[in-house]
């Protein structure tokens, strides 16, 4: 978290996400799909969902405000993209993820864990953009001139602290995934690098770090190893094995874990309570524990574009366009409401039935 905060301060994320737009070479209906590269590129290398889309969502609702792009299909893309990217194990909600399974006898699963949150949020966010007016913006064929609609500086090369910075983030990515190296310990080199190299503002940085979602998630991992030894988990699964069959687990479990979410943290709430009941749900119902595993996963994040939650708040909070914001909330809502029963099927069918 501290190297990413870095990389916010000293302008580097911001730079490469105005860059990228160039990517859409001037097709309209490509900018959120690029916007959708860019965020889960951002929250794959590190950053995670939250402190991806807080670094991409001005970006992105900026170029939908100024290009005519649809402000609910850009909260889409750039939404679900962070939550694609969340579960890479150098992110912090793959870190914690991968700590609770393991603890839930899941062992070495970690890029499995990505993948599959990846291929189900990747496949509801193009579908939800395609189906949802996406598909309409690039058959329109409009093309926009970006050096006339985007302002200048958007557009300005990168200097060599931001280049320097691109390439330490590389070399830590490079590290954990060729060379195991603990990600804890490539990142406080990095750290080390940039700030002894003034690259980046280790003060400034240090200011920016969520320390209550720290502190938060700390405190309820504390809370479930006390629901644990009083027999708490074991109510949880006294109830979720009542509701299902071996075939039906992996969507009702999404089902519930998307509930629980829609009004509180993913990361901080419904995956330290529904993970330790894996090996209980597992045994009893003679079901796979990877498959349930994900659908909590995949589940919980899904209903997270909704604007009760933090992506979604933030794509809305970043939002300063014409369209009606009342009717903007009103989607978005439906929209992440909805993702409990989408994420139940998705999970049962990707989980589930396959």
Not at 237 to 245: A, K, P, Q
Request: hydrophobic share 60%; charged share 10%; net charge neutral.
């Amino acid at each position: 978290m501290v190297l990413f905060a870095q990389a916010q301060v000293n302008g580097t994320l911001n730079k490469l996400a105005r860059h990228g737009i160039r990517l859409a070479r001037g097709n309209l209906g490509m900018v959120p799909i690029v916007f959708f590269g860019l965020t889960l590129a951002i929250a794959v290398m590190g950053a995670g969902n939250i402190a991806g889309i807080a670094l991409m969502a001005p970006v992105a609702m900026a170029a939908a405000s100024r290009l005519g792009i649809s402000a609910f299909l850009m909260t889409i893309m750039v939404g679900n993209a962070a939550n694609a990217g969340a579960y890479s194990p150098v992110a912090p909600t793959g870190v914690v993820a991968n700590e609770l399974m393991i603890r839930a006898g899941i062992v070495g699963q970690q890029w499995h864990t990505f993948w599959n949150t990846f291929i189900a949020q990747t496949f509801v966010a193009f579908a939800g953009y395609f189906l949802l007016g996406g598909t309409a913006l690039l058959l329109r064929g409009k093309r926009v001139d970006l050096h006339a609609d985007l302002p200048a500086e958007d557009l300005a090369p990168f200097t060599a602290p931001k280049w320097l910075t691109l390439g330490v983030l590389g070399l830590v990515l490079v590290a954990v995934i060729v060379f195991r190296v603990e990600v804890v310990v490539a990142a406080f080199v990095a750290v080390a690098v940039l700030a002894l190299t003034r690259a980046a503002a280790p003060d400034a940085a240090i200011k920016v770090v969520p320390w209550s979602t720290i502190l938060m998630v700390c405190g309820v991992s504390t809370l479930i190893s006390v629901l644990e030894k009083t027999g708490g988990v074991e109510v949880i699964v006294d109830g979720l094995v009542r509701l299902s069959t071996p075939q039906t687990v992996t969507g009702i479990v999404a089902f519930v874990a998307g509930l629980v979410s829609a009004y509180s943290s993913t990361v901080g709430v419904v995956l330290p309570t529904f993970l330790p009941t894996v090996p209980g749900l597992a045994e009893r119902l003679g079901a796979d524990p990877m498959a349930i595993a994900s659908a909590i996963n995949v589940g919980g994040h899904l209903v997270d574009v909704s604007p009760l939650s933090t992506i979604g708040a933030i794509c809305l909070a970043a939002y300063t366009g014409t369209e009606d914001r009342q009717v903007l909330f009103n989607k978005v809502l439906a929209w992440g409401l909805s993702m409990a029963v989408v994420g139940a099927g998705v999970c049962w069918v990707f989980f589930g039935v396959l």
